[in-house]
């Protein structure tokens, strides 16, 4: 237990002030704690003292950590189910995130296929096909971070923009549709022959019908009867929780991952804001701020140095640039389609483009089932935070350009 309590120390005085140095820079806080995992992995904390980072982290002595972990990524994907909303209001609304976030997925998807059979010999796991291999690299580059552009949007008092509500809306269609292929992937990898595939598919189908069907009804029922004012008390929030922790151990045993049944699980709740915001107070705290830091860290743990020998580096230049494209180019064309003005569009582009949190669920999700090894693994995070970091300057920079051209625009008016 002290060992325990020794690694929870640093790895959370790591994420704390890598946060609030990113935060500094004008980035939010969760880009801070992801490079704190990549910092504390082999590649920066094990090369510069490994002596001290064998001992501190053995590779024996993670069981601890990994439950905490496990844990930590449950309640956050229930809460990402929990804010996931449909498009408000007219149809119209909801056709112009359509256009939005399902070229935000094809384009980086078809890229990701297309740069997989250059990367495959050299970073796919033996035994792992190169469909699969393939698959996982397009869901892992049309992913987007749902939880950074609202921050994001939030720090910038843009969430009620047309650019802002149009992004959340295109992001929120977009992971659903990267989250379903996610489940096909990890399917054909965890079941060994068509008839497990058919299976665990089939277990999935029915999952989701008792999700919907009976578990959604019940829990309207349990919260418009127990809750009324959607905060609900230790009771009712320990329901929420069992159920919840249920729907994850249903999708581990049907060869997925816990974080498909949390996922389903925040979904299945009222869309009532009120209620998200008990639920954000209580729980989401608690996730981000103790346990994802260690999800982070173990995630940092996964990397390898070797990752940027040899051919490494051409392969992440090869991966940045279809993942960076693949969204802006995706997003963005459709945002323009949309209707929106071309650096407005830049500017959707720009925010789907930050994969965040959500892209390191997902890489853990393959690394976890074997469709990916460490090199891979490494090259996936560092796009990450890449593509991550991108997002505020090149959304400030659109909105600046915008601003500029309309204040020039109305000067030559005036004139």
């Not at 950590?65 to 149809?91: H, K, N, T, Y």
């Not at 998807?109 to 250059?118: E, H, I, M, N």
């Amino acid at each position: 237990m002290p060992h325990l309590l020794l690694q929870l120390s640093v790895i959370l005085a790591t994420a704390r002030v890598l946060a609030l140095l990113l935060r500094r820079l004008g980035q939010p806080a969760v880009i801070g704690e992801m490079i704190a995992g990549f910092v504390l992995g082999p590649i920066v904390f094990g090369a510069l003292a490994p002596d001290w980072h064998a001992a501190l982290f053995p590779k024996d002595g993670l069981a601890a950590l990994q439950g905490l972990s496990q844990l930590g990524l449950v309640l956050f994907m229930f809460i990402v189910g929990a804010e996931l909303r449909a498009p408000d209001g007219a149809r119209a609304r909801f056709v112009a995130a359509a256009w939005v976030g399902i070229p935000g997925v094809l384009l980086p998807s078809a890229l990701g296929l297309a740069v997989a059979p250059a990367l495959y010999d050299g970073f796919a796991p033996a035994g792992v096909g190169a469909w699969p291999f393939a698959l996982f690299m397009a869901a892992a580059l049309a992913i987007t971070a749902f939880p950074v552009m609202a921050r994001i949007l939030k720090d910038r008092d843009l969430t009620r923009s047309r650019v802002g509500q149009l992004s959340l809306a295109a992001t929120a269609i977009a992971d659903v549709l990267v989250w379903i292929l996610l489940a096909f992937v990890i399917a054909s990898i965890s079941a060994h022959g068509n008839a497990a595939f058919a299976r665990t598919i089939g277990g999935l189908a029915l999952a989701c019908a008792i999700a919907f069907g009976l578990l959604r009804p019940l829990l309207a029922r349990l919260l418009a009867r127990h809750a009324s004012d959607s905060r609900p008390g230790g009771t009712v929030l320990g329901v929420l929780l069992i159920g919840t922790c249920a729907m994850a151990a249903a999708t581990e045993w049907l060869g997925l991952h816990a974080v498909f049944g949390a996922f389903l699980a925040g979904v299945c709740l009222p869309r009532d804001d009120r209620l998200l915001d008990t639920l954000v107070e209580r729980l989401e705290h608690v996730a981000v701020l103790v346990l994802m830091p260690v999800f982070f860290a173990l995630a940092g743990l996964g990397t390898t140095a070797d990752a940027f020998t040899g051919s490494g580096v051409s392969a992440l230049l090869l991966i940045l640039a279809a993942a960076v494209f693949g969204k802006i180019l995706g997003a963005g064309g459709g945002a323009r389609i949309a209707g929106l003005d071309w650096r407005s569009s830049l500017a959707v582009g720009s925010l789907m483009n930050a994969r965040g949190l959500m892209e390191l669920i997902v890489l853990k999700v393959g690394l976890d089932a074997g469709v990916i090894g460490a090199g891979m693994f490494t090259l996936l995070m560092a796009m990450t935070i890449v593509t991550t970091l991108m997002a505020t300057p090149m959304l400030e920079a659109c909105l600046r350009r915008g601003r500029d051209g309309a204040h020039a625009h109305a000067a030559t008016t005036r004139e």
